[in-house]
């Protein structure tokens, strides 16, 4: 018996086959398309994500050679940030407004402004997804009017597959968490929000369990992927819960750094405690009921240094032709050899504004740069600026959650293949760093969810939590002597979002030799 996962992330779609114990018999990939059309604008081709879920579901059952009827079903996750309107038809009427397109930021500030304490005591915390909506409706009133519902991107593609009418479009009770109209507790829509912030309720999608057949492979679907029409699909999940499923992260006090195109600090929990003083926490649910992943949220973190990469280093080589490195390589070599604190400069990662805490208006930058400076410096200041928000909001996490006793972090992700920004993360936040040896965490998730919602498993998280895939290859402890450096940046991080920038370059020359 096989599964099929697919991860739908910012940057890829990943898709795989899993046996019912969650081992990943096969898996590949597809670039989504990601691409900026302007400052502040960021789009996603919601039919391209489905086209190329069906190219890819083809190319792993032709080359894992395993027949399509024994794949019982597929589970599907996606990036949580982000909305698609469609119609009665399931057709896309706004095109994938992706959570790196900061248009919609004017309501968000607004809602921040004037109802932050009820953000704050009843939903996740800080929102991605309704001022998206409302935008549509203020700015494009006519597509509005066109839109039955409005669903996250895996709940596009499981409808499109399925070959769904609107009327049957749906999410699960993870997704809800980003929408900020959530009954975090209840794990429902909010009434009261709704009406307060002038969204209509019946355009939000159903919720229903992550494991609930929402239906089958449509003949139109299976002709082009090569399932079988009518294999089972289940209503899935957000990519972040998916893959702390498929890692087995269900225990109270587990902390893991998910370092990709976003970057995410998680503590596992089993209360919801609002972070009503300092809004700098926000949660999720997990697939399991009961559990809460508390977390800070660096919005598009990874993506300033794809950003980075593609504007700065171009022209990037290696001294000796024949050895093939990547441009990270190549700069990371040279990153390394600078000392903690980019010889006094501070990298501001928030190109599409800050999300713990909210400050829509903020925007990135380099802050201390002088003509010594050279590209590696300015690489290095990026990298250790996700660390110093991973210490702002580790401290915040810990003061709601004092009996929690925290004595290193698990690592996940792309980032995570980074020595230089593992040891910088070690140093700054004073912990060891455990590198998780897989990146296929989702792809086992999601599996898994299609497994149990077809009965093929009959204890998820049990099964879930018996994860014999986590094998730590490296740990990266902390220097002490780095750490006392790196208090001393973070201070002055902080005061940034606080004090005129003319003080924060007099203290920054300051801690240069």
């Not at 050679?65 to 982000?82: F, L, R, T, Y």
């Not at 998910?258 to 609002?274: C, E, Q, W």
């Not at 950003?307 to 990153?335: C, G, M, P, V």
């Not at 200041?381 to 929690?404: H, M, T, V």
């Amino acid at each position: 018996m096989y599964f099929i996962g697919i991860d739908i992330g910012t940057s890829r779609i990943k898709a795989g086959i899993i046996n019912a114990t969650g081992d990943v018999i096969y898996s590949s990939y597809r670039e989504t398309g990601l691409r900026s059309t302007g400052p502040g604008r960021m789009e996603h081709e919601p039919d391209k994500i489905y086209s190329d879920a069906l190219e890819i579901i083809k190319e792993i059952l032709d080359r894992s050679k395993i027949s399509p009827d024994k794949i019982e079903a597929i589970g599907i996750d996606g990036q949580m940030g982000g909305v698609i309107g469609i119609d009665k038809n399931f057709n896309s009427v706004t095109g994938l407004d992706t959570y790196l397109d900061i248009r919609s930021e004017r309501y968000n500030d607004f809602i921040h402004k004037k109802y932050n304490k009820q953000l704050r005591e009843i939903t996740c915390g800080s929102p991605l997804n309704f001022q998206k909506i409302i935008w549509w409706k203020k700015n494009k009133p006519e597509k509005y009017k066109k839109v039955l519902k409005f669903i996250t991107i895996n709940s596009y593609v499981s409808g499109k597959l399925a070959g769904n009418k609107g009327d049957r479009a749906c999410i699960d009770h993870t997704l809800i968490s980003f929408f900020g109209v959530e009954d975090l507790l209840k794990l429902n829509w909010s009434e009261d929000l709704c009406k307060l912030f002038g969204l209509e309720i019946n355009k939000l999608p159903d919720i229903k369990p992550p494991w609930e057949i929402i239906g089958g492979i449509s003949k139109i679907s299976s002709e082009k992927c090569g399932l079988l029409k009518g294999t089972p699909i289940v209503t899935g999940a957000g990519d972040q819960p998916a893959g702390l499923l498929g890692a087995g992260l269900l225990n109270k006090g587990e902390i893991i750094d998910v370092s990709g195109s976003t970057n995410l600090l998680i503590l596992v929990v089993d209360k919801f405690i609002p972070d009503i003083k300092n809004g700098v926490v926000m949660y999720m649910p997990s697939i399991i009921k009961g559990i809460y992943y508390a977390f800070i949220y660096v919005k598009g973190g990874g993506v300033c240094l794809q950003w980075f990469r593609d504007q700065f280093l171009l022209d990037e080589k290696t001294e000796n032709e024949y050895i093939k490195k990547s441009k990270y390589e190549i700069i990371e070599e040279k990153a390394k050899k600078i000392p903690p604190g980019s010889d006094g400069l501070i990298f501001i990662p928030h190109f599409g504004g800050r999300q713990c805490p909210y400050s829509g208006s903020m925007k990135g930058a380099w802050i201390g740069l002088n003509w010594g400076h050279r590209k590696e410096h300015m690489y290095r200041a990026i990298l250790e600026s996700i660390a110093y928000e991973y210490n702002i909001g580790l401290s915040s996490i810990i003061r709601l959650f004092k009996d929690y006793k925290i004595e290193n972090i698990m690592v996940t992700g792309g980032g995570s293949k980074s020595k230089l920004w593992n040891k910088i993360k070690a140093d700054v936040l004073g912990m060891p760093y455990f590198i998780m040896e897989s990146y296929q965490f989702a792809l086992r998730g999601s599996g898994l969810i299609a497994a149990y919602g077809v009965g093929a498993i009959s204890d998820l998280e049990n099964v879930a939590s018996k994860s014999n895939i986590i094998s730590y290859k490296n740990k990266y402890m902390p220097d002490k002597k780095n750490n006392k450096i790196y208090n001393s940046y973070i201070k002055i991080y902080k005061d940034i979002f606080k004090k005129p920038l003319g003080k924060t370059s007099d203290r920054l020359s300051e801690l240069i030799d």
